[in-house]
C-alpha cells in the first residue's frame, strides 16, 4: 500500500497518535445502526481522543500490565475500550457479555475471570448490575473495579501518561474459542500485532482507496485483528456493523457492503452459505456489488460448494467470483497465517480421495476438489510436520501444520505446560504447533482437518467435515452448518457420531428415527460405515463458539455426561431415548 508518511511500526498506540496528528479530520470509523443507516462516524482525532481520556481514567485505576476484561456487544464502546486500554498499557481481555444468567452462559466468562483475574471489567453502564454475579461468583475478584465506561470522563486525553511500550510489551489475552479444549488466554504483544498487521496488508494487498466493512463480533480474532485494527493500520475507512443484526437478517451485511462501496469484506463460510440459501432473488435487483473486491473466507473449513452458491447467486448485483479470498489462521498466531493472491478468486485442485485417506498427496483430475488457503506472508514460514513425531515430512505428505514469524504469540497465559507443547522451540526458532492438519502444494497451503478431530475408522482417516458434508447434502432436513461428526469408542474400537440439529417444523413433517436412519446409511453409502450414534438435537443446542464454529468434542463431552437437548438417539443401528 502507498504511504503518506514513515508511518510508526513498533505499536498500534504510535501508529493511532500518528495518523491523528497528521490527518485529524479524515474518517476512522463508521458504525452502522440495524437498519444499515450511519449511526455513529469517528475522525481519527475523536478516535484518539476516546482512547486517551478513557487510558488516563484508567492509569488512575489500576497499574500498567494489569487485565481489563471487556465485556461489550460490538460497537463505538468496545472500540474505545480497547484502545483505552492499548493506551494506557493495560492488558485487553476482549470478550462479551454473557446472554442469560443460565450455567450454559456463564461458564465460558467465569472461566476466563479465574484464569485471567483481572483488576478491571469494562463495561456499559447498563450491564453494571447483570455483571454484578462475577465478584459473586469468583471470591478472587472481590477486588475487581467495575466501570461502565460510556458515562462521564473523570480524566481528559491531556492526563494520559504515555506508558514505555515496547515490541515485547503484552497487548491482548485472547482467549481461544475453546473448539476442541478449554479456553485458553494467547499473550499477544503489540510486536505481534503490528507484524499481523502488516502480514494482512501484504495479503489483503492493501490500496488507499480501499473500505472494510465488517459485522464480525469484535470480540474474536477475525473481527479484532482483521477488520477493526486492520483499516486503522492501512489508514483506510472501516465501517462496522453489529454482529445480531447480521444474524437476524443476512442480507443487510450486503447492503453495508453495497451502500458504503465495501471493497474489503469477510467472513466464516456459514456467512456466505446463509447468504446464498436466505436472501431472495427480489433483494439482489437492489444491491451493487461490483465494489467488493476482495472477499476473505476462513475461520472454519473453506467449502467450495459455498463459494460457487454464493458468487453464482450473486453475479447479478456485480460480485466477481475473482473476489473470493480463501485464508487461514488462527489466535496463536494473531490472526492471519495464509492467504491468497487478491483478484485471483478461489485456487481449487482435486486430488486423490483414498491417498488423502492415507496422508499421501496425489492430483488427480476426477478427485476429491479441495480449496487452498493461499500462502505464508513475508518474515514467517510453514513447516508440515508428522503429528507424532514432530519431524519434518516430505512433500506430498499430509501432517500438522507449524508455523514460524513474528506474528506467532508469546505463549498461553500462565499455561506453561500447553505452552511448552504448542509453542515448540527448533534451534533458535520457535514455531507454532496449530494441531491442523495439511500439506502444500505447488505454494499453496490445503488445510486437510484438525489432528485431534480425526475420526479413524479400521486404519482409515475419516475428516468430520467430509461427513458433515455428506449428511447436509443428502439429508437436507437437517440445518446447514449444524452437524457435528465426531468419534466414539465402541468395544475398543473408533467408530462415527453424529450430531445434528433439527427445526420444529421438520419435526413435525418427519419421524425423528427416520432421518436417523437416512443420516447413518448415508454414510455407510459415501464412506463405507455407517454412523454408530446418531442424536438430533432441538434447533440452537449444537455446541458452538462464540464465532459460530461447531464444538465437536464439546458435543462429544456433552453427549457423553448427558447433558444434550436430544430429539432422538440412534446407536448401533436401533432407536435409543430421548435426555
Known amino acids: ?121 469494562l463495561t456499559e453502564t447498563s450491564l453494571l448490575a447483570p455483571l454484578a454475579f462475577l465478584q459473586q461468583a469468583i471470591p478472587e475478584l472481590a477486588d475487581l473495579t467495575v466501570i461502565g465506561t460510556d458515562g462521564p470522563r473523570s480524566a481528559s486525553p491531556a492526563d494520559l501518561v504515555a506508558p514505555p511500550l515496547t515490541p515485547e510489551s503484552l497487548a491482548l489475552l485472547q482467549y481461544t474459542s475453546g ?27 492493501m490500496q488507499p482507496d480501499d473500505v472494510v466493512v465488517s459485522w ?128 485471483t478468486g478461489a485456487h481449487v485442485q482435486c486430488f486423490d480421495a483414498r491417498a488423502l485417506g492415507e496422508n499421501q498427496v496425489k492430483p488427480r483430475a476426477d478427485g476429491s476438489p479441495l480449496v487452498a488457503s493461499g500462502q505464508t506472508q513475508p518474515e514467517h514460514q510453514l513447516l508440515i510436520v508428522d503429528p507424532e513425531t514432530r519431524e519434518p515430512l516430505e512433500p506430498g505428505r499430509i501432517g500438522e501444520i507449524f508455523v514460524r514469524g513474528p ?14 507443547h504448542a509453542f515448540v522451540r527448533r534451534g533458535e526458532r520457535t514455531f507454532l504447533a496449530t494441531g491442523d492438519l495439511g500439506f502444500e502444494h505447488d505454494g499453496q497451503l490445503f488445510v486437510t482437518g484438525r489432528h485431534k478431530d480425526l475420526i479413524i475408522v479400521r486404519g482409515q482417516n475419516l475428516y468430520p467435515q467430509d461427513i458433515e458434508r455428506s449428511v447436509e447434502d443428502h439429508v437436507p432436513v437437517v440445518r446447514k452448518g449444524r452437524t457435528a461428526a465426531f468419534s466414539i469408542e465402541i468395544e475398543g474400537e473408533e467408530r462415527i457420531a453424529v450430531a445434528a440439529e433439527i427445526s420444529t417444523r421438520v419435526q413435525k413433517m418427519i419421524e425423528p428415527q427416520v432421518v436417523c436412519r437416512a443420516i447413518s446409511e448415508r454414510l455407510a453409502e459415501t464412506h463405507g460405515e455407517a454412523a454408530r450414534l446418531v442424536l438430533l438435537l ?39 431415548g430421548s435426555s
Open 407 to 420: 506474528s506467532v504469540a508469546l505463549g498461553y497465559w500462565q499455561n506453561a505446560e500447553a505452552t511448552a
Open 179 to 205: 473448539s476442541t479444549a478449554a479456553p485458553k488466554g494467547v499473550m499477544v504483544s503489540h510486536g505481534n500485532l503490528m507484524a499481523n498487521e502488516r502480514a494482512i496488508q501484504s495479503a489483503f494487498a
Open 1 to 121: 500500500m502507498t504511504r503518506d508518511r514513515d508511518w510508526p511500526r513498533n505499536d498500534i498506540v504510535a501508529l493511532l497518535g500518528a495518523r491523528a496528528e497528521a490527518h485529524p479530520e479524515r474518517v476512522a470509523l463508521r458504525f452502522l445502526s440495524d437498519n444499515v443507516e450511519l449511526k455513529e462516524s469517528w475522525t481519527y482525532a475523536d478516535l484518539h481522543a476516546h482512547a486517551r481520556a478513557l487510558g488516563a481514567e484508567l492509569q488512575a485505576r489500576a497499574p500498567a500490565g494489569s487485565r481489563a476484561l471487556l465485556l461489550y456487544p460490538s460497537g463505538p464502546a468496545y472500540v474505545a475500550a480497547l484502545l483505552g486500554c492499548l493506551y494506557a498499557g493495560i492488558v485487553c481481555v476482549p470478550a462479551y457479555p454473557p446472554r442469560s444468567p443460565q450455567p450454559q452462559h456463564l461458564e465460558r466468562i467465569l472461566g476466563i475471570a479465574r484464569d485471567a483475574k483481572p483488576a478491571l471489567l
Open 216 to 343: 464480525l463480533p469484535l470480540f474474536h480474532d477475525m473481527g479484532l485483528i482483521g477488520t477493526l485494527l486492520q483499516p486503522l493500520f492501512s489508514g483506510v475507512p472501516g465501517v462496522l456493523m453489529a454482529p445480531q443484526h447480521f444474524m437476524e437478517r443476512p442480507e443487510r451485511w450486503l447492503q453495508a457492503v453495497s451502500r458504503y462501496r465495501g471493497s474489503i469484506s469477510g467472513a466464516p463460510d456459514f456467512a456466505y452459505r446463509l447468504c446464498a440459501e436466505r436472501i431472495e432473488p427480489a433483494l439482489i435487483e437492489t444491491l451493487d456489488l461490483s465494489s467488493w473486491r476482495l472477499a476473505f473466507c476462513g475461520a472454519e473449513p473453506v467449502r467450495m460448494q459455498t463459494l460457487r452458491a454464493f458468487a453464482d447467486k450473486f453475479a447479478p448485483a456485480g460480485f466477481s467470483a475473482q473476489a473470493l479470498y480463501p485464508c487461514y489462521g488462527l489466535a496463536e498466531a494473531t490472526l492471519l497465517v495464509t492467504g491468497g493472491r487478491r483478484g
Open 538 to 576: 432441538q434447533q440452537g443446542n449444537m455446541p458452538v463458539t462464540s464465532s459460530g464454529k461447531l464444538q465437536r468434542s464439546a458435543c462429544r463431552t456433552a453427549w457423553q455426561q448427558r447433558r444434550l437437548d436430544t430429539i432422538a438417539v440412534y446407536e448401533a443401528g436401533e432407536p435409543g
